[in-house]
């Protein structure tokens, strides 16, 4: 089980701001402390303006895991994955949150806030959490992956 000492970043747009809320209430009842980065209301905002802060306080090793949304999760992930520090894996269920950590060890998860049910979401968020990277031949790969030709 994950130390529930750290803090936890979230960040959405418009599109996942009703995953965030429900996310941010269930690991406050969990015993976590969050850092919300916004957005705070269902209003039309532009997702690279709230993700941009959490992938920069990642890959500047401020939290260890961040949780971010968009509508389909594709905005946030691309966003994220411009940090060299950053590997967001974009998630739709238990065991492609499972993998990322497995396999990827990724350090934010992005989901679809529009297209997961959001109990779904909050038993990946868990899983991501909790999961720890298996290493051995995925550790070469995950090395390759930010050198770039
Ligand atoms: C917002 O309508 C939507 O485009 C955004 O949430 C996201 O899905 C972009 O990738």
């Known amino acids: 089980m994950i130390d529930k000492s750290i ?13 965030k809320a429900f996310l941010i209430k ?8 969050v850092k919300d980065y916004g957005t705070f209301s269902e ?5 690279p303006d709230f ?7 990642i890959d500047d090793g401020v939290f260890p895991f961040g949780i971010i949304m968009c ?9 994220a994955n411009k940090y060299a520090g950053v590997r967001a ?3 739709w269920s238990v065991e492609q949150a499972e993998l990322i950590r497995l396999h990827n060890n990724a350090n934010i998860i992005s ?13 990946m968020v868990k899983v991501f959490l909790n999961t720890k ?3 051995g031949r995925h550790q070469n790969r995950v090395e390759k992956i930010s050198k770039t030709l």
């Open 7 to 19: 803090i936890l970043p979230l960040a959405s747009d418009h599109g996942g701001f009703a995953m």
């Open 26 to 33: 269930k690991l406050q009842e969990e015993g976590f402390t």
């Open 43 to 47: 209003e039309s905002v532009d997702y």
């Open 51 to 57: 993700i941009h802060p959490l992938a920069k306080a």
């Open 71 to 79: 509508g389909s999760g594709n905005g946030a992930q691309i966003t």
């Open 89 to 91: 894996g974009l998630c």
């Open 111 to 123: 989901i679809p806030g529009r297209f997961v049910d959001f109990e779904i979401a909050w038993k």
């Open 133 to 135: 990277f298996e290493g």
